[in-house]
């Protein structure tokens, strides 16, 4: 799955937080793709298990969702 660095950012930002979102700011590639194995250890790094991406965007709050970039969150519901 492809995702871009903001859908991401909003991914760290709920789970653990704007500093830990701003640390990976800064390491994230503009598109994450999990099917990388770079990109893999990079989410894991920061918390993120890339096995359950879809499941941790699905709990996203809707005011956070509806901002999500590329329509994810439209797709999300």
Same mark, same amino acid.
């Given at each position: 799955?492809?995702? #871009?660095?903001?859908?991401?950012? &909003? ?8 500093? *830990? &979102?701003?640390? &990976? *700011? @800064?390491?994230?590639?503009?598109? +994450? ?5 770079? #990109? ?6 920061? =918390? ?5 991406? @879809?499941?941790?965007? #699905?709990?996203?709050? &809707?005011? +956070? *969702?509806? *901002?999500?970039? =590329?329509?994810? =969150?439209?797709?999300? =519901?």
């Amino acid at each position: 799955m492809k995702l #871009d660095k903001d859908t991401i950012l &909003a991914l760290i930002r709920s789970q653990f937080g704007d500093d *830990k &979102a701003e640390s &990976a *700011k @800064q390491e994230l590639p503009n598109e +994450v793709d999990t099917d990388k194995e770079e #990109d893999r250890n990079l989410l894991q790094r920061f =918390g993120i298990d890339p096995s359950n991406i @879809q499941g941790l965007l #699905d709990k996203l709050p &809707a005011g +956070v *969702k509806d *901002k999500l970039p =590329g329509g994810i =969150g439209k797709l999300l =519901g």
